[in-house]
Structures are given as structure tokens and as C-alpha cells.
């Protein structure tokens, strides 16, 4: 069974603070997704990344796959409020392209 | 583009009542279906999955049920439901292959009392 590990589980900060949510795997996948997901709503896609080293950014928002396609990081700068969310990692691979395993998730909170 | 809408939004059951939750997606044509359930806003349980109209597979042993009576059509069921039913239940979708990016819905709370 595939398993992603995030850390940390919950993380409060103040409005302009950085940081950088992580998401670990003892397996290799072949892509990688990461998901925002505010209270009573669907998760919503924020980005893919499916070569190993890749860095993507999404205005203040930076991802990276690791090298061995086993773990990921998503780091914000500047956080604003609007940040707030749950975080979710989710893996592709393994010998079914049908199924995401998904990480619990990083729960933020970016106070003003 | 593609779309998808899952429906009821919120309902609440009473223990032993039967279930149906219903998702259709728009814009694509055979979409890999997914329902996923989600316990006190954290992670993802898969629940069913289906590759093609009745082709269901089921991931979790429960009280559950899942149909795809057509392509772009995946319903949630259940004869008697439980407490332990209550819960955030998600569709979703994907198009076979690498990456294997999924959509999802807008969620369906559902409450058993």
C-alpha cells in the first residue's frame, strides 16, 4: 500500500510569514498533484508536476517533486489570508494510473 | 470545458434509510469515476472507482454501493444506512493515462441520525 505522509498536520501563522508544507513518501509515483480545499467544498487542483527535480510556481506559490519522485513541497511566500485551506498531496503511480493516493493533508491558517 | 455537478448538497438520514447520491460530468466522454468520502475535513478515502459504464471496483469493504448506469453518470447508494455512513462524499473524475489529474465536485454532506 502506498502512503503519503504531510507535515506538519496544522499550521497557524500571521499574515506576510512564509512556509513550506511537505509531503513524504517511502514510494515512487509518476506524478504528483498538489489540492487546495476550503471548508464544505470540493479539493481544487493546483498543480501536477511529473518530472522528477521539477520546480513549478503559481504566483506565490512554489512546488517541487523530488528527484526520486518519492516526496514534494509546496512553499508560500508572503502568505495572505486568502491562503487559508486544507492542502492535499496526491500521488499517481504504482501500477494504476486510475487511483490518487492522497496525503491527510496540511490544515492553514494565515491570520491577518 | 468540462464540468461536473454532484447532487444533493446536504441531506440528512435517518439510520436505516436508503441512499442516493447522484454526479454527472459534462465536456468529456468516457471519464474515469471516482466517489471518495472525507471524515472531519482531512484526508481522501476512495471508495469506488469505475473505468467505464458498469465497471464499478470497490476499494473499501462498507455499506455502500456504486452504479454507472451511463458513461458520464456515477451514483452513490446505499439500502440501509448507517451512523458510521455520515460523512463528506465527493465525486470525481479523471481521463486515463499519465498524470491522472481528478476533478472533483462540490461535496455532499451527509448527516445519519
Known amino acids: 500500500t502506498q502512503l503519503l505522509e504531510q507535515s506538519p498536520q496544522f499550521l497557524s501563522i500571521q499574515e506576510g510569514e512564509n512556509l513550506t508544507v511537505y509531503c513524504n513518501s517511502s514510494?515512487?509515483?509518476?506524478?504528483l498533484q498538489w489540492y487546495r480545499q476550503e471548508p464544505g467544498e470540493g479539493p481544487v487542483l493546483l498543480v501536477t508536476?511529473?518530472?522528477?527535480?521539477e520546480v513549478k510556481k503559481l504566483k506565490r506559490l512554489t512546488f517541487q517533486f523530488g528527484d526520486a519522485r518519492k516526496d514534494s513541497s509546496l512553499h508560500i511566500t508572503a502568505a495572505q489570508p486568502g491562503d487559508t485551506g486544507l492542502y492535499l498531496c496526491?500521488?499517481?503511480?504504482?501500477?494504476?494510473?486510475?487511483?490518487?493516493?492522497f496525503g491527510k493533508g496540511t490544515l492553514l491558517t494565515v491570520n491577518p | 470545458s468540462q464540468t461536473i455537478h454532484q447532487w444533493p448538497a446536504t441531506l440528512v438520514q435517518p439510520v436505516g434509510s436508503p441512499l442516493s447520491l447522484e454526479c454527472t460530468v459534462e465536456?468529456?466522454?468516457?471519464?474515469?469515476l471516482y466517489w471518495y468520502r472525507q471524515a472531519a475535513g482531512r484526508g481522501l478515502q476512495l471508495l469506488f472507482y469505475?473505468?467505464?459504464?458498469?465497471?464499478i471496483s470497490s476499494e473499501v469493504p462498507q455499506n455502500l454501493s456504486a452504479s454507472r448506469p451511463q458513461d458520464r453518470q456515477f451514483i452513490l447508494s446505499s439500502k440501509k444506512l448507517l451512523l458510521s455512513d455520515s460523512g463528506f462524499y465527493l465525486c470525481?473524475?479523471?481521463?486515463?493515462?499519465?498524470?491522472?489529474?481528478?476533478?472533483f465536485g462540490e461535496g455532499s454532506w451527509l448527516t445519519v441520525v
Open positions: 465536456g468529456t466522454s468516457n471519464p474515469n
Open positions: 508536476v511529473v518530472t522528477g527535480g
Open positions: 514510494s515512487v509515483f509518476s506524478s
Open positions: 469505475s473505468v467505464g459504464i458498469g465497471q
Open positions: 496526491a500521488g499517481a503511480g504504482g501500477g494504476s494510473n486510475y487511483k490518487l493516493t
Open positions: 470525481a473524475w479523471s481521463v486515463g493515462g499519465y498524470g491522472n489529474t481528478i476533478y
